[in-house]
């Protein structure tokens, strides 16, 4: 049975959309069976795997709103192993539908009972807000990655998204764990960045994972050609640290075995 992990910050720009792509990118190169599922109305997961949001017909809105099934709007993306659950536009307005709903929390956690059995992880790009969609997703997830930026603001908001995970663990899914605090957009020349990950690191201690996500263009270029960083650049700087997160998080799950040295690049290098 696979394991439904969510990528979720209220805070926008974190690198959520970005982390949702490749980790499930690179645990699919890994030769896990992984379907990423875009739960954002902006579509950029959609996108970033090589789907115009303008031709999706049917998304991940209508297994929500009409109890359409997910095996039949599934999309094969161009790396292997790799499926997506497509969004549109159109998922903005889910909230309004579902609100007055039974089990209006637990929708999406339905629709993916019916294909969890088929994948070894299922990835949920959560949308920038703590709205109903968000809720939804996770009440579906066994666990959720935060990301969070190396820079001034990074706790910013933080406290409120760990007070709504609680909230959801005491009331609709007692099961829901912490996968981890991610540190993103690290730049290596700002002493900011140093501060940011020994505040975090402090603060957090244990939750926070080892890999940490260094600033790397070539993650900003991969999106504008509709690919993952690990088909677009498997040597850089980005597809390293992406693949070195997909690794610690099979290792947290007792699925691979990692050395201290194997689980994160040196962060110093140039």
Known sequence: ??????????????????????????????????????????????SGVGFD????????????????????????????????????????????EIVNLPNREKMMRLALAKIKDSYDFIIIDCSPSLGLVTVNALTAS?????PVQCEYFALEG?????????????????ELEIEGILLTMYDIRL?????????????????VFDTIIQRNTKLGEAPSFGETIIMYDASSKGAINYLNLAR?????????????SEKIIDINQN
């Open 1 to 46: 049975m696979g394991k439904i992990i969510s990528v979720a910050n209220q805070k926008g720009g974190v690198g959520k959309t970005t982390t949702a792509i490749n980790l499930a990118a690179s645990l699919a190169v890994l030769e896990y069976k992984t379907l990423l599922i875009d739960a954002d109305p902006q579509a950029n997961s959609t």
């Open 53 to 96: 949001p303008k031709n999706i017909k049917t998304s991940i809105y209508e297994c929500l709103v009409n109890d359409i099934e997910p095996h039949d709007i599934i999309l094969n993306t161009s790396t292997p192993n790799l499926d997506l659950l497509p969004a549109h536009i159109d998922l903005v307005g889910a909230e309004l």
């Open 142 to 146: 066994d666990s959720v990655i935060i």
């Open 158 to 174: 933080l406290g409120k998204l760990l007070q709504t995970i609680k909230i959801i663990q005491t009331r609709l899914n007692p």
């Open 191 to 207: 002493r900011l960045s140093n501060q940011v990950v020994e505040e975090v690191k402090t603060h957090f201690q244990q939750m």
């Open 248 to 260: 610690e998080v099979l290792q947290k799950n007792e699925l691979t075995k990692m050395t201290d």
